[in-house]
């Protein structure tokens, strides 16, 4: 594709180009000479502010930040230095949070007759902070179960068939456990059961997206959530921990791998 650039004189321009702060790696063509490359400093030199440009030759190139003199998409811009202008109103993110494309303007789509069932009210909020927007999309309705155990009658409840499909999440699917007990009584073709490993959602968030070093060890018997806040220092408010956790969850990256891939798994089952 040719692209097309405004090679007006700027005292011709009937307005200015707009201040670009001239960050690290932003990649610019300066008007002049046509050398493109990336951003690797801004120095203050006695003729006044220099950016140093890199080409993807790594050859480096020293030019004035003059007004109008480099362009960005073809478009003329004023490089200034990082700091020296308001940041920009924030735009209409590319990517949803669970990492997929973002498809603006488009109406949530009718609900499916297929379902996914997460074990409780975090995970389900968890879901909805990361998925919801592609589930809105796909009309995926989540609902929680408040547990495991009447899972049985709640898939013979639903009556699963092709094009009414379960995808259920259940925490602590470990070999041998309860857990994966029932989830062999209701598996079938038209109903998928996968889980994590962990005891509880909580420690699907990473870590360090919490601001802790780990999430701590508690001994069988003792409450989990509560042992967990006891251990960090925190307040025994499962409540508020949880709002605290949440609220450190930005998008996928701040999730285990063991959570998302079974989460994406589910919503291709009961989409497909």
Same mark, same amino acid.
């Given at each position: 594709?040719?692209?097309?650039?405004?090679?007006?004189?700027?005292?011709?321009?009937?307005? %200015?180009?707009?201040?670009? /702060?001239?960050?690290?790696?932003?990649?610019?063509?300066?008007? =002049?000479?046509?050398?493109?490359?990336?951003?690797?400093?801004?120095?203050?030199?006695?003729?006044?502010?220099?950016?140093?440009?890199?080409?993807?030759?790594?050859?480096?190139?020293?030019?004035?930040?003059?007004?109008?003199?480099? &362009? @960005?998409?073809?478009?003329?811009?004023?490089?200034?230095?990082? #700091?020296?202008?308001?940041?920009?109103?924030?735009?209409?993110?590319?990517?949803?949070?669970?990492?997929?494309?973002?498809?603006? #303007?488009?109406?949530?789509? =009718?609900?499916?007759?297929?379902?996914?069932?997460?074990?409780?009210?975090?995970?389900?909020?968890? =879901?909805?902070?990361?998925?919801?927007?592609?589930?809105?999309?796909?009309?995926?309705?989540?609902?929680?179960?408040?547990?495991?155990?009447?899972?049985?009658?709640?898939?013979?409840?639903?009556?699963?068939?092709?094009?009414?499909?379960?995808?259920?999440?259940?925490?602590?699917? =470990?070999?041998?456990?309860?857990?994966?007990?029932?989830?062999?009584?209701?598996? #079938?073709?038209?109903?998928?059961?996968?889980?994590?490993?962990?005891?509880?959602?909580?420690?699907?968030?990473? /870590?360090?997206? @919490?601001?802790?070093?780990?999430?701590?060890?508690? %001994?069988?018997?003792?409450?989990?959530?509560? #042992?967990?806040?006891?251990?960090?220092?925190?307040?025994?408010?499962?409540?508020?921990?949880?709002?605290?956790?949440?609220?450190?969850?930005?998008?996928?990256?701040? &999730?285990?791998?063991?959570?998302?891939?079974?989460?994406?798994?589910?919503?291709?089952?009961?989409?497909?």
């Amino acid at each position: 594709m040719t692209r097309t650039y405004d090679l007006t004189p700027p005292w011709k321009r009937s307005t %200015p180009a707009r201040e670009l /702060p001239a960050e690290r790696d932003l990649v610019v063509e300066e008007v =002049v000479t046509g050398f493109c490359g990336a951003v690797v400093r801004c120095e203050k030199t006695a003729e006044g502010f220099t950016v140093t440009l890199e080409d993807r030759h790594r050859r480096l190139r020293v030019f004035p930040m003059t007004p109008s003199g480099f &362009l @960005v998409d073809g478009r003329p811009v004023t490089l200034v230095r990082p #700091g020296s202008v308001a940041p920009p109103a924030p735009v209409a993110p590319s990517r949803t949070a669970s990492g997929s494309v973002a498809v603006q #303007g488009v109406r949530a789509r =009718v609900a499916l007759p297929s379902r996914i069932y997460v074990e409780g009210r975090h995970d389900a909020e968890l =879901v909805e902070r990361v998925w919801g927007d592609d589930l809105r999309i796909e009309g995926v309705v989540v609902e929680y179960l408040e547990g495991i155990d009447d899972l049985p009658a709640i898939v013979a409840g639903f009556a699963p068939e092709p094009g009414r499909r379960l995808g259920v999440l259940v925490d602590h699917l =470990v070999p041998g456990s309860k857990e994966s007990r029932i989830a062999d009584r209701v598996s #079938g073709a038209d109903v998928l059961v996968v889980g994590h490993p962990y005891i509880d959602v909580w420690a699907a968030v990473k /870590p360090a997206s @919490v601001g802790i070093a780990a999430w701590p060890d508690v %001994p069988r018997g003792e409450e989990w959530k509560e #042992g967990v806040c006891r251990r960090l220092g925190w307040p025994v408010d499962t409540p508020a921990a949880w709002k605290r956790i949440l609220a450190s969850v930005n998008s996928f990256k701040d &999730l285990d791998p063991a959570l998302l891939g079974r989460v994406e798994e589910l919503i291709d089952f009961v989409t497909s």
